[in-house]
Nanobody, 125 residues
Framework: QVQLVESGGDLVQPGGSLRLSCTAS????????IGWFRQAPGKEREGVSC????????NYIESVKGRFTISRDNAKNTVTLQMNSLKPEDTAVYYC??????????????????WGQGTQVTVSS
């Protein structure tokens, strides 16, 4: 049974930083991709970033480039999303998800088969 557990969401002031973690278990292959998605109140869920566990290839949406960094720890099956220079518009529930695609990743929801429960990120003064 595949499980994804997110952690790290919190309340932070604008300009602050947070680090989200996603730990995967139960997937039968060592090679897969992890994506981070977010859903703000009243809005559609959107992809934020993703990474392949095989070689660390990454993808980011334009609005987070230069502020967010995704990284992986294969030994721990963990992916981290470092979020800096946070803005109020980053406020959302953040979800991590697993895709069996191993050679490239895309921030497209239908690519992902397994989802975590979400963690709340609130950016407010």
């Amino acid at each position: 049974q595949v499980q994804l557990v997110e952690s790290g969401g919190d309340l932070v002031q604008p300009g602050g930083s947070l680090r989200l973690s996603c730990t995967a278990s139960g997937f039968t292959s060592d090679y897969y991709s992890i994506g981070w998605f977010r859903q703000a109140p009243g809005k559609e869920r959107e992809g934020v970033s993703c990474i392949t566990m095989r070689d660390g290839s990454t993808n980011y949406i334009e609005s987070v480039k230069g502020r967010f960094t995704i990284s992986r720890d294969n030994a721990k099956n963990t992916v981290t999303l470092q979020m800096n220079s946070l803005k109020p518009e980053d406020t959302a529930v953040y979800y991590c998800a697993l895709s069996p695609r191993s050679h490239a990743c895309y921030t497209i929801q239908w690519e992902y088969d397994y989802w975590g429960q979400g963690t709340q990120v609130t950016v407010s003064s």
